[in-house]
């Protein structure tokens, strides 16, 4: 097993793609639901992801890139029984509406469900595993797993440092969400930690649902992807999810949990039989001389409601070179008041948090997708680091060429009907087989193979 050394955390996020449009496909998803139908805007969709990547980079924070899915999926169109290849979206938008809007998704840049990632030091063969989420909950959602682990096995490629994995079985049993359903303590990146898994529900076990809305994450998903992993049994922790904030629209726990190292910051009514949660969470870390912070918002500050509306949690919680812990927002928790007033008050709470920063992050904002749910975190030492695809890195040149490459392939308005229209496969091949030159990623699209 490799020895603790100096890590990072990188935040690998996903460009938002060309089709990205408001069809209000997720069930139990506030704001993709209350959206639905309106026009979007892909280019500034993506201009305002590539930003936010920049100015990270620029705080000097590991930042990487990946790449969008294929979309219109002509696969998904052809498996369910649309021939032809001009012909095939005109006939989808005829007899199929809502499968065409399924299979136009610009999903996959929420990257925090691309996968579920455990470092090299946690793992029993001392490598970086990933495990693509099956996201088996939702259609346009469920086509993204195979593609996925196509562009992690082209940025991630060193087969001696990186194991990635398939995807569970694409069944209820094992309804997978990747990381926006898993955090990670410990006390530097690259020492032993804890991971902390949380799921909704259970197929097989006793315990609690929700009644309004599915629980996507089940214990056995969580258990599976530990076990895949090779994760020993004291740098495990799995948590349910409350039911009733389920049901209140918190679809994935990165909406009102997010952690860091040592700290987590969540709101009281996040898990069942909470306080139990943090004193198993405390005890594990102790035991390997980690010291654990939960900072806890309370309902009659913030409540539920104010978090789905604000996504003050759907944040990242990072550490900076110089040891402080800053909280990465959306422009939502400023318009908020409860919300806005909360983290003016952080700083005289002797928190561990040390500065908000706060993103125009609208277009994703609108279909509900916050700053933690376009990142996947992958941390990484440096001679992992140094083993990843070197032209996903985000830097001046980088984001030059990103910023150049929205602005010749994207629109600047989608309507939900704009996706009947032929052309729009045609700009979005021609964007991304671009793209794959860019960042080099190689034949990763069944376009191109």
Known sequence: MMQASKAYEANFDGLVGPTHNYAGLSFGNVASRSNEKSVANPKAAAKQGLRKMKRLADLGFQQGVLPPLERPSVRLLRDVGFSGDATVIARAAREAPELLAAASSASAMWTANAATVSPSADTEDGR???????????????????????????????????RIHHALPGTPAFGDEGAANHTRFAREYGEKGVEFFVYGRSEYGQGPQPQRYPARQTLEASRAVARLHGLADDATLFAQQSPEVVDAGVFHNDVIAVGNRTTLFCHERAFVDQHRIYDELRAKLEAQGTPFTAIEVPESEVSV????????????????????QLLVVPQEC??????????????SRSTPIDEVLVFDLR?????????????????LNDAERAAVNPRVWMNDAVFTQLDAWIDRHYRDRLAPADLADPKLLAESRAALDELTTLLGLGAVYDFQR
């Open 363 to 379: 277009e994703s904002m609108k279909n509900g997708g916050g700053p933690a749910c376009l990142r996947l975190r992958v941390v």
């Open 305 to 324: 409601a104010d978090t789905v509306s604000s996504y003050l949690f759907n944040s990242q919680l990072l550490s900076a070179a110089d040891g402080r």
């Open 128 to 162: 970086v595993h990933f495990t693509p989420a099956n996201l088996a909950a939702k259609l346009h959602r469920a086509i993204e797993h195979g593609e996925t682990r196509r562009s992690l096995a082209a940025i991630f490629a060193d087969e001696a440092r990186f």
């Open 334 to 347: 400023r318009e908020n008041a409860r919300v806005a007033a909360y983290l003016d008050a952080l700083a």
